[in-house]
């Protein structure tokens, strides 16, 4: 229902209508704002701006929290950083390599070979292998100087099938300077039952390089040593029946009886009834019947991939040769202060020369004059080393003590010998 034009009389009884049949205007709070107080007018602009300026604070902060949660879905991996998959920290009982090992020569040197004088082994393989060959060398000496006699060792992997191709390492055993260039030639790898299980031959790729001349020598690296990647093939095959294996034993590289009885569960929860058992620190045994698997090897493929959290022991491994340290994420350290000070010992030679009168019967005489001195630096004093909760808590503390890698050892040391590291530390 349209209402008329304002000034026109409206029927009498409708809603709006005056007595006398005129308009009545709709009341507007414009006239009233306007007709308010200048303070009133103020506080009401301010109620307006206040509101407005709520509303976009309430938006930002909706929209910081929907970035924060955007953000925080990415990271929530990184608390299982700590996972290993299951293959990661186990093995196949049975499933390992067999080592090989071989006696041949490697050929094409340029003058780096042995010296046959010094290594007659060397003459003595070099004349069996030209003899096999229907060369007759019987009685005649050798000066060659681009061979040498080397060992030949590789290792066999578990399940490899003969044609396979595997890498091996040679090393020189005689006086030989360089293998860099040189080639091996055929070289059965006989395994620890005497029987051939591959045979290796091929370039050698030395690990570094030597050059040398009548007053000086350098040497890079080990030239008398080198590899053959992809050098041997495999002629023999080692027999194991791993789908016959009614029991599989995983050996866990680092024992822990806690990371066992987790590998235990997780094999369990996997396939819903009770397959697995820790039977030590060790080793979890696996029953191939109740798994309910076709093959062995099926059975390893469906649960190497499981992820697991291990736990290991607090270690902390120091190395005094190259001053390394590391930590494990669980050592702790109690409270306790720690005072550390340098001692330099110096002793310093300056032989002084005496020499007789001009035209006096006499020898030049070197008297020994030594300086010995001794320094002791006055160190840090007393400073206390709070005891940390976690590994980063552990490495500030040691890190303000401000001393060397070094020093940082022999502190560690007597903190063990305090009785305040609680972790196994083992010196190298």
Known sequence: MSRPPPGRPLPPGAPGARPGGRTARLPSPLPALLRAPPRARLRARLSARLRARLSAAAGAAARAAALAAALALPAAPAARAAEVRLKDLVEVEGVRGNDLLGYGLVVGLNGTGDSLRNSPFTEEVMANILERLGVNVGGEPFRSKNAAAVLVTATLPPFARAGGRIGVTVSAIGDAKSLLGGTLIMTPLNAADGQIYAVAQGPVVAGGAQASGEGAQVALGVPTSGTIPEGARVEREVPFAFDGLSVLRLALRNPD???????????????????????????????????????????????????????????????????????????????????????????????????????????????????????????NGLAELGGGSDLAEVVAGLNALGVAPRDMIDILMAIDAAGALHAELTVR
Do not use: C, K, W
Not at 311 to 317: I, K, L, M, N, T
Not at 326 to 339: E, Q
């Open 257 to 379: 009886f806690t990371t066992a009885a987790r590998i235990e569960q997780a094999i369990n929860a996997e396939f819903g009834r009770p397959v697995a058992a820790m039977t030590d620190p060790g080793t979890v045994a696996i029953d191939v019947g109740r798994a309910r698997m076709p093959t062995a090897a099926g059975l390893i493929a469906r649960i190497e991939g499981l992820v697991i959290d291990p736990d290991e022991r607090a270690v902390v491994v120091v190395d005094h040769r190259s001053g390394t340290i590391v930590m494990g994420a669980d050592v702790r350290i109690s409270r306790v202060a720690v005072a550390q000070g340098n001692l330099s010992l110096r002793v310093a030679e300056a032989p002084v020369a005496v020499q007789p009168n001009p035209f006096a019967a006499g020898e030049t005489v070197v008297l020994p004059r030594s300086t010995a001195e001794v320094t002791e630096a006055p160190g």
